[in-house]
């Protein structure tokens, strides 16, 4: 993984998608800033960038990941490899559906995945040093170059989907008792149901991601 690192950016998000649009980088590749001006965040929220967290964005293609992955599988696929790493590391977080970290009732981190032909784009904004009064840092002491290189690692070493799966689905209860914003509405998960793919049935509609 070759990893450029800047001092700010509005979105690592943003700079990678346009640099992979114009050929300018290319998978597998990342950028890391020590801050944003315009971190994305739910529901085109502003993801409060300040220095000393983590703002990652990389890119990889989809041949070098599992064969067994779909698209629509692949933000809880990056998310749940980064909360194994981090609990190896003695971490409490979890997933809450699809794509948001937490630890207990709190959230410490985001992901958002974006496809651009056959190349995934996955951003994560996790709060290491400084968090905003409704979320919370993670709780151990790891430095951020510390956890690129481990999650890297672990990404690397390509866990089929159906293992990621089967470990997300033991906790995915967890997720019951929140909320999620579904076509703009608050909608609770406590009827939902996973699906095999990430996605779930709740309403009797079946919802593949929410923002």
């Known amino acids: 993984m070759e990893i450029e690192y800047i001092c700010e950016c509005q979105s690592t998000q ?38 000393g967290n983590l703002y990652l964005s990389f890119a990889i293609d989809a041949k070098d990941l599992p064969s067994d992955l779909e698209s629509v599988s692949a933000s809880i696929y990056f998310a749940y490899i980064l909360v194994l790493a981090l609990r190896e590391k003695g971490s409490k977080l979890w997933l809450k559906w699809p794509n948001d970290i937490y630890l207990g009732e709190h959230k410490i981190a985001g992901i958002i995945t974006t496809k651009i032909n056959s190349v995934y784009v996955c951003g994560i904004g996790l709060n290491l040093k400084s968090a905003p009064s409704f979320a919370r840092c993670l709780d151990i002491e790891l430095s951020r170059d510390f956890i690129l290189d481990l999650y890297f690692k672990s990404l690397n070493a390509k866990p089929q989907w159906k293992q990621i799966f089967s470990k997300y689905l033991i906790e995915f209860g967890l997720s019951k008792n929140f909320c999620v914003h579904i076509d703009e509405k608050p909608v609770s998960l406590s009827g939902a149901t996973l699906q095999s793919d990430g996605s779930i049935i709740i309403n009797n509609k079946r919802v593949y991601s929410a923002r």
């Open 14 to 51: 943003t700079k990678l998608i346009e640099d992979i649009k114009l050929f300018k980088k290319y998978p597998p590749c990342a950028i890391v800033a020590d801050c944003q001006s315009h971190g994305i965040g739910s529901r085109a929220n502003n993801w409060q960038s300040p220095k």
